[in-house]
């Protein structure tokens, strides 16, 4: 995951659950069930963000090819939760 979003996910209260070659989650620690996800794809060539919805209930995912995108989103997404 990106440094910066890592650093923006720990000051919300989240703690890293996951960690591997391809992809990084994190779930916030009050609720296991709130979770954010980023994950690349090699075979596919791009990256998946995983991030819950303000119900709590639900992740939202999308897909991005550029890494500098998708931190761009990634850290937009983590900073409105």
């Known amino acids: 995951m990106f440094l910066s979003v890592e650093k923006e996910l720990i000051a919300r209260h989240y703690c890293e ?6 992809s990084t989650i994190y779930q916030n620690l009050s609720d296991a069930r709130v979770q954010v996800a980023l994950e690349f794809n090699k075979e596919e060539n791009r990256w998946s963000f ?7 209930d639900f992740n939202y ?6 890494p500098n ?13």
């Open 17 to 22: 659950m996951k960690n591997f070659d391809n």
């Open 50 to 56: 995983s991030f819950p919805l303000k119900d709590g």
């Open 61 to 66: 995912i999308t897909y991005w090819r550029d």
């Open 69 to 81: 995108k998708i931190r761009l989103y990634a850290s937009e997404r983590v900073q409105a939760m």
